[in-house]
């Protein structure tokens, strides 16, 4: 019985090639589709899974809410480790500090003269770590271990990384590096590479019994000091609660973090390791990106969608063609057949369509594996042909084939053996009219929503690449520096022969671009009133030429006079608001207290720019100079040759420092990286309702191919009777112009919540606009005219006499 079902259901898919081919091209895409975003989905949900202690590991997080409202910081006072262990000593705590791009010379190469090819920069630069760390998260050991970081001056290296310092792993164990070239490093020991799937990633760790023998990196014995970069981490016992833990914190809280105010507070929260990479309002991962939950549930819907949308290409078609098979059910019928018999000989039809579908999609999956990182910020291609995989795969099989072949199994088992010997069944026997037409509507909703999505999402990326940011972004060019001792006594020359190249306009020192990550802020006092301010003023160091290199517009006052340290101060209009002053004029030649330092005078007020990225409002802003902060150094250029003046500035560079590795970045790019994932978001919005389009003008493709045999009598009377093709056109397009404009109806609110509640992430945004609504729905009915009128045209040029014949 089976093998003759499928014998049946085989010839029924090749008897009816083209409406085979639509329904399989249907499904195949939009498996294919659902299983990419399932590899997706399932990779960023991995991270840091592969440690055994996943679900008892937290991250300390400092909360700390005033005047301006809630806000977290990654960071952890230096002082709060000490403290932590001597309240809490039988729970296992960790320290670490982070320092990016830190570089490494590997000294005995060095000293042999090759020290261009040895000199290496990392940009996640060095980990400070506790060997606690290791007690906490998963490390595999090839050399050495942990209590090699007991004593100062150790490091250890990842396995990549010591191949590519000393061309072998096993050769570096004793080896010497210097670090930033000023502290020399005994390496101890190597571990194997951290998965590329981890928010951790480390390449060289260093002992943090080192960073308290270094000033230069920011070790503070005082509570008031609070660096992102300054991390604790914590695993809880097995044997207590996280409700336990946090109360344990919050009683650390007490001791040593006393409430200020009323309503303002600092206090120690926990994070589980499970949201550092899906939070980024708690100052985001070590990694490359964090991912938000809502974008993985955007990223399932689409899949869904996509696969619905599959299924109702199927069901409209099946249906549509049960007319036609109206007679083979009667004879079964007649012959016994009962109505069980022949619904499983239809969903037995269903199946042999998925499994092709299946088959094809595996291919095209495949295919798209290698472009995926266009789409989704992952580090590694996701293997495809894994169990979890195919047991999705043969989920998603299974439940296609329920969900696209149960509604015409059950119409065509259902046929009344009188009326279908007869071939008296029509749409109205089998309800197919109005299942077909609240189908198509449901189609083409769904292809609206993602055109609307598509078409706002990439107004914002215009507007956030095109937007005024308060400064020139273009044409500078930034160097990673040092700000040490020996960088320092030769930045006033190094300067002075940037600015004598050919190509360059102006030179700054500066600790960040006008538009950063930086977030470094303190607390401060105004014009004497005593109290600190109930709100943190946030800080860029800078050169006297920084308002000249960005091109950064004074309200009032001038710019700071040239100072290695803090001087005068220059402010924003939003610090000026925040203060209460009714202009920028009233704050000039007032004092301000940055901490507990001296009392400074405001000289300039400058205009408002974007101090980070457009997600984030301007904040209360200081600018003054302080060249122990300068971290880099903005060149500017006059628009013309650029790749001659890059490599004259990296001439230059090397000149003046031999012994640091040149790095470079532009301005404008690295802006552009803050909305990578927006970015990607906006083309996969792209990608994806091109996709529903295509799947929706395969199933009207189908309907109209279908309704264009159904009407080849009318037609051809209609011919005969003097109807112009334009007539016949119309007739096929009228009713699927209605169905359209119904969807739109349908899918315009939908959309608009949708996107507009992505919008909210960003401060500022475009506003949605009913051309948004308008654009959409023309793209919507003109690429379904476009389907129905091809197969419509053909249906009307046809000859009557042959449609006249046809019945």
């Keep these: 019985m089976i093998k003759n079902y499928w014998k049946i259901a085989v010839r029924n898919v090749l008897r009816y090639k083209g409406y085979s081919a639509i329904n399989v091209a249907g499904l195949a895409i939009g498996i294919a589709a659902c299983l990419l975003l399932f590899l997706v989905i399932r990779y960023e949900n991995s991270y840091e899974k592969f440690n055994t202690n996943y679900s008892r590991i937290y991250r300390a997080v400092t909360e700390d809410r005033d005047a301006?409202?809630?806000?977290?910081?990654?960071?952890?006072?230096?002082?709060?480790?000490?403290?932590?262990?001597?309240?809490?000593?039988?729970?296992?705590?960790?320290a670490l500090n982070a320092h990016f791009g830190s570089q490494f010379t590997v000294i005995g190469q060095l000293e042999a003269g090759t020290n261009i090819e040895k000199k290496f920069l990392e940009d996640r630069g060095a980990f400070f770590m506790e060997p606690e760390y290791f007690k906490i998260f998963d490390v595999k050991w090839l050399s050495g271990n942990a209590d090699v970081l007991k004593a100062p001056n150790m490091a250890v290296l990842s396995k990549a990384t010591a191949t590519k310092y000393f061309g072998s792993w096993e050769k570096a164990n004793g080896q010497t590096i210097r670090?930033?070239?000023?502290?020399?490093?005994?390496?101890?020991?190597?571990?194997?590479?951290?998965?590329?799937?981890?928010?951790?990633?480390?390449?060289?760790?260093?002992?943090?019994?080192?960073?308290?023998?270094?000033?230069?990196?920011?070790?503070?014995?005082?509570?008031?000091?609070?660096s992102s970069n300054h991390q604790v981490m914590i695993l809880r016992p097995e044997n207590m609660s996280e409700a336990t833990l946090q109360a344990r914190i919050d009683e650390f809280n007490k001791k040593n973090f006393p409430q200020k105010k009323k309503d303002d507070y600092r206090r120690a929260?926990?994070?589980?390791?499970?949201?550092?990479?899906?939070?980024?309002?708690?100052?985001?991962?070590?990694?490359?990106?964090?991912?938000?939950?809502?974008?993985?549930?955007?990223?399932?819907?689409?899949?869904?969608l996509i696969i619905v949308m599959a299924c109702i290409n199927f069901v409209n078609l099946s249906t549509a063609q049960a007319i036609g098979r109206s007679r083979e059910v009667g004879v079964r019928k007649v012959l016994g057949g009962n109505r069980w018999q022949l619904f499983w000989q239809m969903m037995g039809e269903t199946a042999v369509i998925v499994v092709f579908s299946v088959g094809i999609a595996l291919l095209l999956a495949q295919l798209a594996l290698p472009y995926l990182k266009t789409f989704i910020n992952i580090e590694e291609t996701p293997a495809l042909f894994t169990m979890n995989?195919?047991?999705?795969?043969?989920?998603?099989?299974?439940?296609?084939?329920?969900?696209?072949?149960?509604?015409?199994?059950?119409?065509?088992?259902?046929?009344?053996?009188?009326?279908?010997l007869k071939n008296k069944i029509t749409s109205a026997n089998v309800g197919g009219i109005s299942i077909r037409r609240g189908l198509v509507i449901t189609q083409f909703a769904i292809s609206q929503v993602l055109i609307i999505g598509t078409?706002?999402?990439v107004s914002q990326m215009n507007f956030v690449r095109n937007a005024d940011l308060g400064f020139k972004k273009d044409a500078v060019l930034v160097l990673n520096s040092r700000a040490d001792s020996a960088v320092l006594s030769r930045q006033t020359a190094f300067k002075a022969a940037l600015k004598d190249l050919n190509g360059v306009v102006d030179v700054s020192r500066n600790s960040d671009a006008p538009s950063s990550d930086n977030n470094s802020s303190s607390n401060f006092s105004f014009d004497h009133r005593g109290d600190d301010e109930p709100f943190d003023i946030f800080h860029k160091f800078a050169d006297e030429d920084y308002f000249k290199t960005y091109q950064l517009e004074l309200l009032a006052g001038r710019p700071f006079r040239k100072s290695d340290t803090i001087s005068e101060i220059v402010v924003n209009e939003t610090f000026v608001e925040k203060v209460g002053a009714k202009s920028p004029e009233e704050v000039i030649g007032k004092e301000i207290r940055l901490g507990r330092g001296g009392w400074k005078p405001i000289v300039g007020v400058v205009k408002d720019f974007k101090t980070n990225s457009l997600r984030e409002?301007?904040?209360?802003?200081?600018?003054?100079?302080?060249?122990?902060?300068?971290?880099?150094?903005?060149?500017?250029?006059?628009?013309?040759?650029?790749?001659?003046?890059?490599?004259?500035?990296?001439?230059?560079?090397?000149?003046?420092?031999?012994?640091?590795?040149?790095?470079?970045?532009?301005?404008?790019?690295?802006?552009?990286?803050?909305?990578?994932?927006?970015?990607?978001?906006?083309?996969?919005?792209?990608?994806?309702?091109?996709?529903?389009?295509?799947?929706?003008?395969?199933?009207?493709?189908?309907?109209?191919?279908?309704m264009a045999v159904q009407k080849t009598k009318e037609v051809g009377i209609r011919k005969v009777l003097g109807a112009s093709t334009g007539n016949i056109v119309y007739l096929f397009s009228k009713e699927f112009t209605i169905l359209i404009s119904i969807a739109f109806v349908i899918a315009t609110p939908l959309a608009w919540l949708l996107m507009n509640n992505w919008l909210q992430d960003f401060v500022f945004r475009v506003h949605i606009s009913i051309g948004v609504f308008i654009v959409a729905i023309l793209i919507s009915l003109g690429i379904a005219w476009i389907t129905v009128g091809y197969k419509a045209v053909r249906a009307a040029l046809a000859s009557p006499v042959k449609s006249l014949r046809s019945e």
């Excluded at 439940?399 to 509604?407: I, K």
């Design 617 to 706: 409002s301007i904040k209360p802003l200081e600018i003054s100079s302080m060249s122990s902060r300068y971290g880099q150094v903005a060149v500017k250029f006059s628009g013309r040759n650029f790749s001659q003046t890059n490599k004259a500035i990296k001439d230059v560079w090397e000149k003046f420092y031999p012994e640091y590795a040149y790095s470079s970045f532009f301005v404008d790019e690295n802006i552009a990286e803050f909305y990578l994932q927006e970015e990607q978001l906006s083309r996969l919005y792209k990608f994806f309702a091109a996709l529903a389009i295509f799947i929706s003008c395969l199933g009207l493709y189908g309907l109209v191919s279908f």
């Design 455 to 457: 078409i706002i999402a």
């Design 389 to 420: 995989n195919m047991l999705f795969l043969l989920g998603i099989a299974i439940a296609v084939t329920l969900l696209a072949g149960s509604y015409p199994a059950l119409v065509l088992s259902g046929f009344r053996p009188a009326l279908a």
């Design 269 to 304: 929260v926990l994070q589980p390791l499970s949201m550092l990479h899906f939070d980024d309002r708690m100052g985001g991962n070590f990694g490359d990106h964090v991912t938000s939950k809502a974008s993985l549930l955007t990223l399932s819907l689409i899949g869904i």
């Design 179 to 226: 670090l930033d070239n000023s502290y020399v490093l005994t390496v101890g020991g190597v571990f194997d590479d951290q998965p590329l799937n981890s928010d951790m990633p480390m390449s060289v760790i260093t002992s943090y019994a080192t960073l308290r023998t270094i000033k230069d990196y920011g070790w503070d014995e005082g509570w008031g000091l609070l």
């Design 68 to 94: 301006s409202g809630l806000d977290y910081n990654p960071g952890t006072p230096f002082p709060a480790i000490a403290t932590l262990r001597t309240q809490m000593p039988d729970v296992t705590i960790a």
